[in-house]
């Protein structure tokens, strides 16, 4: 799937491999990938989606995400650099690293 993120404001087109699809709700849980998987498999173009969240595991540059907090970050991988910032709702540590749910995210 591809489109431009329209609730944080990215100018971006992003490339998203799809992991579930809710039909009732219409929410889409999908890992962002690089462009070249976009131009090697077979693509639905949304034009523009709203972010919901980022979950994964993090690298803590500065300051350890803070549950109930809102906090700077970068994306892996982000195409323009621009620091991003959104409420820490989820944060513990397990084998693979730290595990990280960030919501409302707005890019400055």
Not at 82 to 90: K, S, W, Y
């Amino acid at each position: 799937m591809t489109g431009r993120p329209a609730g944080p404001g990215c100018p971006v087109y992003h490339a998203l491999r799809v992991l579930s699809a809710n039909p009732v709700t219409g929410v889409i849980e999908c890992h962002t990938v690089g462009p070249m998987a976009a131009r090697t498999e077979d693509v639905h173009d949304v034009q523009a989606y709203h972010v919901h969240a980022f979950e994964g595991i993090a690298s803590t540059v500065r300051k350890p995400p803070v549950f109930g907090t809102r906090q700077y970050f970068l994306p892996g991988n982000c195409m323009i650099g621009l620091a991003h910032t959104a409420l820490v709702n989820m944060s513990f540590q397990k084998p693979s690293g730290l595990h990280v749910r960030l919501e409302d995210i707005r890019i400055l």
